[in-house]
């Protein structure tokens, strides 16, 4: 056979194969009736429907509450009614499987987020969960407080330095986040080199999500990003070996008095972790605990700007508080904690989260979908409900408060309000991102006044492959 027939040959194939698989798929999902953009052979509701697919992750999606859609024939359904959310979170029916698949084989598979829950024992997710959550619990958030603070002071009075000028405060609320992450991990004292190659390490994964139905997509940026992979590794290799050096010099007793508040010291005291793991969890956090926190801080402050009601009010509360703030103090900004829940409702970063089907599943509706469907939950369409929610489109944050909602309780349903997830997957780093923002809301509303620039994009977040990220958020800063 000559070339021509060669490449005719597995043309036909290929053909073949596709042809087989969106039979089977038509076969698998005939009973199966859920709205959703045309789907046409081959490739599903892809070119076509972009827009539309596009649409259905903005708010409010065009289908209703469950729609489903085929990009490539890969089956997909979205989801926001808050019983499937119930289901999808606190059961282990739907395992994270492929979703993160490609972020594992970047950032390394060991990372808290990427290991699988699925199976009757959970392990070893449940193994990692339990080692970490200590660093999460109130005596170590306790005793973090004063890092925070630290961070906190350096940043206002960075601010206070611009006195009158413009200051952009996404980069701002990045470079504070970055660092008090940092302290948490126990890279502390990393050098800003370190600093930078782990920020582009995180950057780029904007383009690993474009790819991400591309199992080789991270194995490709990990080769490109190279460079800043020796930063980091080397960095974080150096500090765990130097960190189990210092341990190994304590005496049992020492060793059991001792209270750790950095992820590192803390997974090596348990004893449960190769290097390797210890490296893997410590790139994560920078992971999960950077793009969100510093996604939704500047958003917040906007809000409360933007809303000279809530900002005189948020100041007085913040006011009668002493400085520096403990952490037991944190309980008693009672409003300017529902100003930040109010911001997770409505700019929350995360907007849907993804799960696989590894087995037939029935939704709340009724309908029962095939396994090997890609599940998403829809958190903002559910915060964005008339359904759950009085006028959601209203920045609102008494809301959150019983007493002044007239009795009322928000959500009328548990699962309605969803910004960190919920159940045993649920953030495990939602408190320590309450201690951020307070402690930081503390210190620049008290300490500094905040005008608007008047700019059609400030203020505006960008939804994109299922992230909400402020495109621009400039104030002029003045002392107060
Ligand atoms: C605005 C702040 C934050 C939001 C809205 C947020 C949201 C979320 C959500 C929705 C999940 C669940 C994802 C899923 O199940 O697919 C999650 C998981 C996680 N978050 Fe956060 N997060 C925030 C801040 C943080 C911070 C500050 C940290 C740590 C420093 C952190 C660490 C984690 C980790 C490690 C997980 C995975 C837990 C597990 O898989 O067991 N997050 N977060």
Same mark, same amino acid.
């Given at each position: ?6 490449? &005719? ?5 290929l ?9 089977n ?23 076509v #429907? ?7 992750? /903005? #708010? ?7 729609? &489903?859609?085929?990009?490539? +024939?890969?089956? $997909?359904?979205?989801t ?23 972020? %594992? ?6 990372g ?6 699925? %199976? ?11 080692? $970490? ?22 940043? !206002? ?6 006195? %009158? ?13 970055l ?17 930078a &190659?782990?920020?582009d ?16 997509g991270g ?5 490109? /990003?190279r460079?800043?992979?020796k $930063?980091?590794? #080397?960095?974080? +290799?150096?500090? $765990?070996?130097? /960190? ?5 010099r ?22 449960q ?11 994560i956090?920078?992971?999960?605990g950077?793009?969100?926190? &510093? ?52 700019? %929350? ?32 369409a559910?915060?964005f ?29 548990p699962?309605?309000? !969803?910004?960190?997830?919920a159940?045993?997957?649920i ?15 503390h /210190? ?11 700019h059609?994009?400030?203020? !505006?977040?960008l939804?994109?492959h299922g ?14």
């Amino acid at each position: 056979m000559d070339a021509t027939g060669i490449t &005719a040959s597995i043309v036909a194939l290929l053909c073949g194969a596709l042809i087989f698989r969106d039979i089977n798929l038509r076969l698998r999902w005939r009973n199966v009736n859920l709205p959703g953009p045309p789907r046409y052979p081959l490739i599903g509701s892809l070119i076509v #429907n972009a827009r539309d697919i596009m649409d259905m992750f /903005k #708010n409010q999606s065009r289908f209703g509450t469950v729609s &489903a859609f085929f990009p490539l +024939n890969n089956p $997909i359904v979205l989801t926001s009614d808050p019983e499937d959310f119930k289901r999808i979170f606190t059961t282990n029916i739907a395992p994270k499987g492929s979703t993160v698949e490609s972020l %594992g084989q970047y950032l390394g598979p060991s990372g808290i987020v990427f290991l699988d829950h699925n %199976g009757p024992e959970m392990t070893p997710w449940k193994t990692h969960r339990q080692a $970490i959550d200590q660093a999460f619990r109130v005596s170590s958030l306790r005793s973090f407080q004063h890092a925070i603070q630290k961070h906190a002071e350096d940043f !206002v009075q960075r601010l206070e330095s611009q006195d %009158g000028k413009e200051v952009d405060m996404v980069v701002e609320f990045r470079r504070i986040v970055l660092n008090i992450t940092s302290e948490l991990v126990g890279a502390g004292d990393a050098p800003a080199e370190f600093l930078a &190659a782990m920020t582009d390490l995180i950057w780029s994964l904007d383009s690993l999500l474009i790819r991400t139905h591309l199992s080789i997509g991270g194995i490709y940026l990990k080769w490109l /990003k190279r460079r800043s992979f020796k $930063i980091v590794d #080397n960095f974080l +290799n150096e500090a $765990i070996r130097a /960190k189990q050096a210092e341990l190994a010099r304590l005496t049992d007793e020492e060793l059991l008095g001792r209270q750790s508040n950095n992820l590192l010291e803390l997974l090596l005291l348990t004893g449960q972790f190769t290097p390797k793991q210890i490296r893997d969890h410590l790139v994560i956090f920078y992971l999960a605990g950077l793009d969100t926190a &510093a996604s939704l801080l500047p958003s917040a402050l906007f809000q409360i700007v933007q809303h000279p009601d809530v900002c005189r009010r948020a100041v007085a509360e913040l006011g009668s508080v002493r400085s520096p703030l403990a952490y037991d103090d944190l309980k008693k900004l009672r409003y300017t904690t529902h100003c930040v829940e109010e911001s997770l409702r409505m700019r %929350g970063p995360i907007i849907v989260t993804a799960r696989d089907l590894d087995r037939d599943y029935e939704l709340a509706c009724g309908q029962v979908v095939p396994s090997g469907t890609m599940l998403l939950a829809h958190l903002h369409a559910v915060h964005f409900s008339e359904e759950w929610w009085t006028e959601p489109q209203k920045y609102n944050p008494s809301r959150f408060d019983k007493e002044e909602n007239g009795g009322v309780v928000e959500p009328k349903h548990p699962f309605a309000y !969803v910004p960190f997830a919920a159940g045993p997957r649920i953030c495990i780093g939602r408190n320590l991102f309450f201690s951020e923002a307070l402690t930081l809301l503390h /210190k620049t509303l008290t300490r500094l006044s905040f005008e608007i620039i008047d700019h059609p994009d400030n203020g !505006v977040v960008l939804e994109g492959h299922g992230l909400s990220i402020p495109k621009m958020v400039k104030f002029r800063v003045m002392k107060r």
